[in-house]
Each structure stands twice: as structure tokens, then as C-alpha cells.
């Protein structure tokens, strides 16, 4: 594929700022394999003609979402893919994605520098990055993600969200913790859209518990089986009637084509920065229609900067199904961002202005920076 026609001229990348950033939670955040009390992620702006770009990494500390963590990807951001950029000129997002392409796997560190790039790009052309992306509205309709905790607190949550407008509820499960808690909250909540998320903690063998599922007339089922195992859901999938959703089996184009050809996903969770970045993502969400299969944006616990972003995704227009990027009030008692990124009846605003639309807290940010690298071309 030849490099798109350039609507601008190239921009130089001149400078770059790496940091690496704590936020504490609200409350412990609980899936299937583990508990987050605190997110730490890189924080990477680039510049270029006077303008900054930003953007964060999703990787957790350790590798149990996918494989990458926090500690490889600063080290390949701060040795290899900056260096690399550094002082090259780009005339699209595109273009840069493409020079990063030759580098296997590494789908969230790439993403980092690639969606900073997406954000400078549209501010240099002044306009919104859902603009530039393909996307339009002006708010986007949300769901909320609950993790796992006891069945009484769980049904309360689910009310005050209901409550809130939240258009979809997904309930985090794991072997164990899973057809109790439907059966209580379908009673409590017949109308409700209710979804499960497993983080990869079934195997086929628990196809016969995953069918009583059902039962509880879920919009979808999201990751029951290996992160990486596109094959055995759509085994699954054959023996089952709820929809699977895919979240972690899905990093590029080629992983959905190869899901939606076997019917291994009937719905797909698309999140940027786990796919290298909004060009792939923006595949993978032309395949899915293609295919006739929805998609929603997820969530990564992000602070303002990656939720301004993902945001923007969301208005593309076969995101059909509430994504993951409720209030960030829910996470933070402090965003990074002077913006609040609050929802309101269950939907959630797009940011306003240039790029994605939010700017840094910076006095916040220096106390919860916990190191940071200047680069200059
Ligand atoms: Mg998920």
C-alpha cells in the first residue's frame, strides 16, 4: 500500500519528553488475574513545529493482561523507537506507523509513540482527532466494567451505575465467581445489558459451564479462553449461543481477519493502545464491518491523556456497542488532565478542540511523575 497522499507538509519530529507516571486508584481494581491498587504507565509527548503530542502506554507493570510490561516498554521506548523517530519528518500517522511495522509485537509501545503522532498531526491541521480518524458526534455512549468483589456489593454497583444512565454492565468473572452472580444480578436487573469479561480464565474444557451462560441473556461474552488462542473460541463458539466478544486475541487486522473468518468473534473489543496504535486499530474497525460485526472501545484503566483518545476512536461508526471510557472519576480522585472527562446519562463527551482535546495538568503531573526523559533531535 503506497503511503497516503500527504494533506500536509511533513512534520519534523523534534523533541520528545518520556515519563514515567504513578496515579493511585479509587478503589482496588480486581480481574481474574489480579488486583490493580495504582496504575503506572509511560507518558509520552512529542514535538514538532512549536506543537505536543501525547500519549500513554496501556502495558501493565507485569505481564498479565498481554505479554508487554512497563519496564520493557520504556526501555524499548527510550533506546530504540524514539532514538529511531527522532529527527525524521512525517506527512501522516500512517507513515510513521509504517516505519514502525518492521518490529514484532510490541503493540502497546508502538502505539505509545504512535498515537502521540496522531495527536501533534491533527493539532498541526487544527483539527479534532476524530476528525482526522473518520469519526463525528459529539458524545459517544458508555458502559462501565465492575470487578470482581462479593455478590451483595456487586448488585448494589450495578444499581448505582443503572442509576448513573451506564448503558451497558460488565461484570468481571472467574472460575467460581460466575453463574451465582448472574443468576443474582439477571434477577435483579432483567432488562438490564449485561455482559461478562473471563481475562482468559476458562479452558475448553469448561465449555459445558460457560454454556449455562446462556441462560442469562448476555449481549456477549468477553475472552473466556486464551489470550492468544483465536482457534479454541471459535470451538467454542460453535457450541454456545452468546456472542464472543475478543479483547486480548485481537492486537492487529490479521488476528480479527483470522477470528472473523472463523467465526470465532461476533463482536470485537477494540482497544488502540493495545493494537500499535489508531491506524491499526482503524483496520481492524473496517474489517469488523465488513464482517457486519459491532465493536466497542475498551478500557485500560487510562488516564485522561489514553481516555481523551480512545474516546475520539469510539466516534467512528461502527463502534455500535457502549465502550469501556466511563467518568475518569470513577478511577482517580486527580486526572493529569485539566478537562473532566465525565459522563452524563451514560454517555460521554468528545473533547473538544485541536487533537485529542485535553491538556495537561502539569503541576499535578510533576507529583506523580516518577521519572522523566527529555530526547531533542
Ligand atoms: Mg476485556
Request: charged fraction near 25%.
Amino acid at each position: 500500500m503506497p503511503d497516503p497522499a500527504p494533506t500536509r507538509a511533513p512534520l519534523r519530529i523534534d523533541g520528545a519528553t518520556l515519563r514515567l507516571v504513578r496515579l493511585p486508584l479509587v478503589t482496588p481494581f480486581t480481574i481474574a488475574t489480579g488486583t490493580m491498587t495504582e496504575k503506572v504507565f509511560p507518558l509520552l509527548t512529542l514535538r514538532a513545529d512549536g506543537l505536543e503530542g501525547h500519549a500513554e502506554g496501556v502495558m501493565d507493570p507485569l505481564p498479565d493482561y498481554l505479554e508487554e510490561t512497563v519496564a520493557g516498554a520504556m526501555d524499548l521506548l527510550d533506546k530504540v523507537l524514539l532514538p529511531q523517530l527522532l529527527g525524521e519528518s512525517f506527512a501522516h500517522p500512517e507513515s510513521l506507523a509504517r516505519r514502525l511495522a518492521p518490529w514484532r509485537g510490541n503493540y502497546m509501545a508502538r502505539a505509545t509513540v504512535e498515537m502521540a503522532f496522531w495527536d501533534l498531526w491533527a493539532k498541526s491541521l487544527n483539527l479534532p482527532l476524530q476528525t482526522v480518524l473518520g469519526g463525528e458526534g459529539a458524545a459517544v455512549d458508555v458502559g462501565v466494567s465492575l470487578g470482581i468483589g462479593p455478590v451483595a456489593d456487586t448488585l448494589d454497583r450495578i444499581a448505582a451505575h443503572l442509576a448513573q444512565g451506564y448503558r451497558r454492565i460488565k461484570l468481571k468473572v472467574r472460575p467460581g465467581h460466575d453463574i451465582a452472580l448472574l443468576q443474582a444480578a439477571r434477577r435483579e436487573f432483567p432488562d438490564a445489558h449485561l455482559t461478562v469479561d473471563a481475562n482468559c480464565c476458562y479452558t475448553l474444557a469448561d465449555a459445558g459451564l460457560i454454556a449455562r451462560m446462556d441462560d442469562f441473556g448476555l449481549d456477549y461474552i468477553e475472552q473466556p479462553l486464551g489470550w492468544d488462542d483465536i482457534h479454541d473460541h471459535a470451538v467454542l463458539q460453535s457450541r454456545i449461543r452468546t456472542p464472543i466478544c475478543l479483547d486480548e486475541c485481537i492486537r492487529t487486522a490479521e488476528h480479527a481477519r483470522k477470528a472473523l473468518q472463523t467465526d470465532a468473534a461476533r463482536v470485537v473489543n477494540i482497544k488502540v493502545g493495545r493494537s500499535g496504535g489508531h491506524a491499526e486499530a482503524r483496520r481492524i474497525h473496517d474489517l469488523c464491518a465488513a464482517f457486519q460485526v459491532p465493536v466497542w472501545c475498551g478500557g485500560m484503566l487510562e488516564s485522561g491523556i489514553g481516555r481523551a483518545h480512545n474516546i475520539h476512536l469510539s466516534t467512528l461508526p461502527n463502534f455500535t456497542k457502549p465502550g469501556d471510557t466511563s467518568s475518569a472519576s470513577r478511577y482517580f480522585t486527580r486526572d493529569i488532565v485539566e478537562e473532566r472527562l465525565e459522563t452524563s446519562d451514560g454517555r460521554m463527551p468528545v473533547p473538544k478542540g485541536p487533537g485529542i482535546g485535553v491538556t495537561l495538568d502539569l503541576d499535578y503531573l510533576a507529583s506523580a511523575t516518577l521519572a522523566t526523559r527529555d530526547f531533542r533531535a
